[in-house]
């Protein structure tokens, strides 16, 4: 059985489909599912489809740097009322983003400060995002000094970088890049490297599709479209860097979500 930290189920990729997407992961192996909230309205929307599908979704509140811009004065406080729920495990998806800078550089830090200020207040779990920010994004964590643990999401960085993540107590988040050998070769040496312990799968829905699954089981529609069922493929090439088995694999980033994110050993 395995654990998706992360997709994006309130995309509109995914209007009309849940119950088909949610169907498929179950059938899967995918038991447990992670929501994320990426804007006020999005965190809003995850939590209300994880209470819909109790036994299997839960969700986290957060903006992330693209809408950094649509942060306000009321933001932080509807995000403090959102991770109150249960069913909001973690707050996130916060970081910096000077890839696409789709959100002014000043703007994404002061939206990733108000964040991680009130993960410290709630004590819940950090969903990390972190694109071409990396220095900037360790200087700022660093200005927080009672931190909750957390996932550094989706990670496409080098080895250095997750040196320093690992050395701070992070969790490290992979996707499908770990199968894009032509983009994300160095992902390979990345994942030999991360101890078990410290591992996370997600597969980020609809984005982020791997590149080991066959053809004939992509979505007919968007044959680019990912979704949760898909999840055992990156744990697929986990266990081929790793030299280890795909049950171990399974196993271990499940304790691991459990224990990051549900409470539970």
């Known amino acids: 059985m395995y654990i998706d930290i992360g997709i994006n189920l309130t995309n509109k990729q995914f209007a009309g489909e849940y119950d088909e997407v949610i169907d498929r992961a179950i059938s899967a192996g995918v038991e447990q599912i992670l929501l994320t909230g990426t804007s006020v309205?999005?965190?809003?929307?995850?939590?209300?489809?994880?209470?819909?599908?109790?036994?299997?979704?839960?969700?986290?509140?957060?903006?992330?740097?693209?809408?950094?811009?649509?942060?306000?004065?009321?933001?932080?406080k509807i995000l403090a009322t959102l991770l109150k729920e249960k069913k909001v495990v973690a707050v996130g998806e916060c970081g910096l983003d000077f890839d696409r800078d789709f959100s002014p550089r000043p703007v994404q830090e002061s939206c990733f400060h108000a964040q991680l200020s009130l993960a410290e207040e709630v004590q819940k779990p950090l969903f990390l995002h972190e694109r071409a920010a990396f220095d900037r994004f360790i200087a700022i964590l660093k200005e927080h000094s009672s931190l909750p643990e957390g996932v550094v999401h989706c990670f496409t960085g080098q080895l250095k970088e997750t040196k320093t993540y690992l050395e701070m107590g992070y969790y490290i988040g992979f996707t499908g890049a770990i199968t894009d050998m032509r983009r994300f070769a160095a992902l390979e040496e990345v994942v030999r490297y991360v101890p078990l312990d410290r591992m996370l799968i997600e597969t980020d829905a609809p984005f982020m599709l791997p590149k080991n699954i066959p053809a004939h089981l992509l979505n007919p529609r968007d044959k680019r479209r990912n979704e949760p069922?898909?999840?055992?493929?990156?744990?697929?090439?986990?266990?081929?860097?790793?030299?280890?088995?795909?049950?171990?694999?399974?196993?271990?980033?499940?304790?691991?979500?459990?224990?990051?994110?549900?409470?539970?050993?």
Do not use: C, W
């Open 41 to 76: 309205r999005s965190s809003k929307e995850a939590l209300a489809l994880a209470k819909e599908y109790p036994e299997t979704l839960f969700a986290t509140a957060g903006i992330h740097p693209h809408d950094a811009k649509t942060m306000n004065t009321e933001s932080i």
């Open 229 to 265: 069922a898909f999840l055992p493929y990156v744990a697929q090439s986990i266990a081929h860097f790793k030299k280890i088995t795909l049950k171990e694999v399974a196993e271990a980033t499940s304790k691991n979500a459990k224990a990051l994110f549900l409470d539970e050993e």
